[in-house]
């Protein structure tokens, strides 16, 4: 059974740097072909997507965003972490992991999701 | 960058209903889209993946349609659980994105 869970500070203030923790366990990311996305969501908007790190440590950042995130991953420790720097008011949001399944096609999809973490930007 | 539109933002319905959800995408995405239900304060749920495959354990009143830039999601009779917000996603390539969602509410 795969499951995700998000971890990190409720609350930050502005210009700070925010540091969220995704902590799985089902499968392996030093397994072939498996990756682990991060997706936000502000109160009562769209989906994003931020970021993505893949089992041969491939990574793949939000084009408008990509100077302020960082991804890695802990093998080890079943984790995944996701800095974000500078962080802004607007910046409030639902963050999300989740692990990609791939059918035998090769299409991509967010199959398994973490309940996510509301994290507050306010000073 | 792909951008991902849908329409309608909003949309009323009674249970028994046949509903549909477009989606289309700013340039050609293959059958690389994908249908998400999402309820409040809930976590997305995979629905259908490759344009057209239902996720195991999704009711077959789900369907989805379309490739290159034009898809649809169908719900062929709407049931009081299928009341949420539905989103398509591309993943035909990095920086992944997401249409903007439609509520889909009680008539």
């Known amino acids: 059974q795969v499951t995700l869970r998000e971890s990190g500070p409720a609350l930050v203030k502005p210009t700070q740097t925010l540091t969220l923790t995704c902590t799985f366990s089902g499968f392996s990311l030093s397994t072939s072909g498996m990756c682990v996305s991060w997706i936000r969501q502000p109160p009562g908007k769209a989906l994003e997507w931020l970021a993505r790190?893949?089992?041969?440590?491939?990574?793949y950042y939000s084009t408008s965003l990509k100077t302020r995130l960082t991804i890695s991953k802990d093998t080890s420790k079943n984790q995944v972490v996701l800095t974000m720097t500078n962080m802004d008011p607007v910046d409030t949001a639902t963050y999300f992991c989740a692990r990609m399944g791939v059918d035998s096609s090769g299409y991509l999809y967010f199959q398994h999701w973490g309940q996510g973490t509301l994290v507050t930007v306010s000073s | 960058d792909i951008q991902m539109t849908q329409s309608p933002s909003s949309l009323s319905a009674s249970v028994g209903d046949r509903v549909t959800i477009t989606c289309r995408a700013s340039?050609?995405?293959?059958?690389?889209l994908n249908w998400y239900q999402q309820k409040p304060g809930k976590a997305p749920k995979l629905l259908i993946y490759?344009?057209?495959s239902l996720q195991s354990g999704v009711p077959s009143r789900f369907s989805g349609s379309g490739s290159a830039t034009d898809f649809t999601l169908t719900i062929s009779s709407l049931q009081p659980e299928d009341f949420a917000t539905y989103y398509c996603q591309q993943s035909y390539s990095t920086p992944y994105s997401f249409g903007q969602g439609t509520k889909l509410e009680i008539k």
């Open positions: 490759a344009a057209s």
């Open positions: 340039q050609s995405i293959s059958s690389y």
């Open positions: 790190i893949d089992w041969d440590d491939e990574k």
